[in-house]
């Protein structure tokens, strides 16, 4: 189920009410410009939430809360610095430091408050991503029914915006004004642990720290306390944390990085390109915004924040083939090959390399090498089925060394396979066109049109048409071709200005002519027919 929509228009607690209704399982990503959060939802139950930029306080909650001590939570810091990517708490439970238990029942508050936390945001935009599947451990240690969030999430709410007139800022400084005499008034928990700590220095994100309460909590208690007469504000903590450079890049790295995950690539690469102003020199920024470019068909930008990369990293594998992959779509297929020889004797057993091989190798015209490529490639699966992509382009290769029964027989093959792939239908219905088999061509192009039409699929219908001699139905599916991809081709334009041409439809011709020529200015068709009109 595709959802994505604005804040402005529809808000988060309807949002999740839905997909729990709905018992959907995926990730609800909510975002603005400097804000990102996300939350995983499992057969409509809520697995996980975070919010970028907020810290993570489990370990300080459980100190506070007395689950652990100072001691154990240092041995586990110190044990997860040498551990990349292990879980703090994790390390606590391994360690001995507390239960399976305690890690979940503190998991889940983590997730609750940071679902409480992204009810309060009402600007920005949300999607909901079906197919995404949680990378954090803690996704699979709680499971949370979504009512009971949104039942308590809108009350937090309601009571954030009165609580909020007293509080505005997390970094303001409360002090204590007198203390409740005996009997004057019965204080709570939490009222008695924020007055604990109230010493006119503490702002009120300090008190959350030492307290061990959430950020609710502090702020209703304190709340209570102000409105009593009890407390007041009595400054702001300025310059806490002071706004360097390095904090800058880290917070748009950080962004950039969550937008690129969400696949929300434009602001991704928004972020990215703001690490580069401030750090010209940041090579993850560099590589991202590189892969971004790559994945937006913007091969030269691909190849400039490559070439930003230092010398070694340039070697890597990885950035070998992607910098072949942005030389090949430029047409540069020499270099292109030249770069995958490089890569190839970093790695050279690996299957993806032929098959990207023998792609460029087609697009350079060597037929013959890109099908030994591609012999090679499947010879490296050792029997996996390969993806769509192999079969495109192999059936391409096969054509047009002149193997025409291989190039059916491997369309066919990768029809079982994957039968809905609007390339590969295409592709082998042109193969079974050029060996005098138009009905059955006709029949695969008209179920690529089925699935996701690819353009191809209308021009070659129209082609077709055009030969049975059927005007209106070419022109039909070419102008959907170009509706689909407007810069197709310029022999399809110049097909429809002749069709228009044919109709008198002189105005509309001359369009289609004139486009022609802007994709292709040496297309005779175009030039001939425009001369026509220009002189009639």
């Not at 001590?69 to 390390?91: F, I």
Request: aromatic share 6%; charged share 25%.
């Amino acid at each position: 189920m595709a959802l994505r929509g604005s804040l402005n228009e529809v808000n988060l607690a309807d949002i999740c009410q839905l997909l729990a209704m709905g018992r959907k399982s995926g990730c609800l990503w909510i975002t603005d410009r400097s804000n990102f959060g996300y939350v995983y939802f499992d057969q409509g139950r809520v697995t996980y939430a975070s919010v970028l930029n907020r810290p993570d306080r489990l370990g300080e909650l459980l100190v506070q809360n007395g689950v652990i001590n100072r001691e154990q939570l240092s041995a586990a810091m110190e044990g997860q610095a040498h551990r990349p990517g292990a879980r703090l708490g994790r390390m606590l439970v391994a360690q001995g430091a507390m239960s399976e238990d305690q890690l979940k029942s503190y998991v889940e508050l983590q997730v609750s408050e940071a679902v409480y936390h992204l009810f309060t945001w009402t600007q920005g935009s949300f999607h909901f991503d079906p197919d995404h599947v949680p990378e954090e451990e803690e996704a699979r240690l709680v499971s949370i029914n979504a009512e009971n969030l949104l039942l308590e999430g809108a009350r937090r709410v309601d009571e954030w915006s009165l609580i909020e007139k007293r509080i505005p800022s997390f970094d303001l400084v409360f002090s204590i004004t007198r203390l409740p005499e005996d009997g004057e008034v019965e204080l709570t928990r939490e009222q008695h642990k924020v007055i604990a700590v109230l010493d006119g220095q503490r702002s009120v994100d300090e008190v959350v720290r030492q307290t061990g309460l959430v950020e609710f909590e502090v702020g209703k208690a304190l709340y209570g306390l102000v409105q009593a007469g009890f407390a007041e504000q009595s400054g702001r903590k300025v310059g806490a944390q002071k706004d360097t450079p390095e904090l800058r890049v880290k917070r748009h790295l950080d962004l950039g990085l969550a937008f690129d995950r969400a696949g929300l690539l434009e602001d991704a690469a928004r972020e990215f390109r703001r690490v580069v102003e401030l750090d010209a020199e940041n090579e993850r920024a560099h590589r991202k915004l590189a892969l971004i470019a790559l994945r937006g068909g913007k091969a030269a930008d691909a190849l400039q924040h490559f070439g930003a990369l230092p010398a070694a990293e340039q070697k890597r594998y990885s950035v070998l083939c992607n910098r072949a992959l942005a030389l090949e779509m430029l047409g540069r297929t020499d270099e292109a090959l030249h770069l995958l020889d490089v890569a190839e004797g970093v790695r050279p057993t690996d299957a993806d390399l032929f098959l990207q091989r023998g792609i460029t190798l087609l697009k350079a015209g060597q037929a013959g090498a890109a099908t030994d490529a591609f012999i090679r490639y499947r010879e490296r699966m050792r029997g996996k089925v390969p993806p769509p992509m192999y079969y495109a382009h192999a059936v391409l290769a096969a054509a047009m060394d002149g193997a025409m029964e291989d190039a059916v027989r491997i369309g066919r093959e990768g029809l079982t396979h994957h039968p809905k792939d609007g390339t590969i239908l295409v592709n082998t219905g042109a193969v079974l066109e050029r060996v005098g088999e138009p009905a059955a061509s006709e029949a695969f192009y008209l179920r690529a049109v089925g699935q996701d039409p690819p353009p191809q699929a209308h021009k070659n219908l129209g082609d077709l048409a055009l030969q049975r001699g059927d005007p209106a139905g070419a022109r039909a599916h070419y102008e959907r071709a170009v509706r689909v991809e407007p810069r197709l081709g310029d022999d399809v334009y110049a097909k429809l200005g002749q069709l228009a041409h044919q109709e008198a439809e002189h105005e509309r011709a001359a369009e289609y002519y004139e486009l022609a020529l802007e994709l292709n200015p040496s297309n005779e068709t175009a030039r001939s027919g425009h001369r026509t009109l220009e002189t009639a």
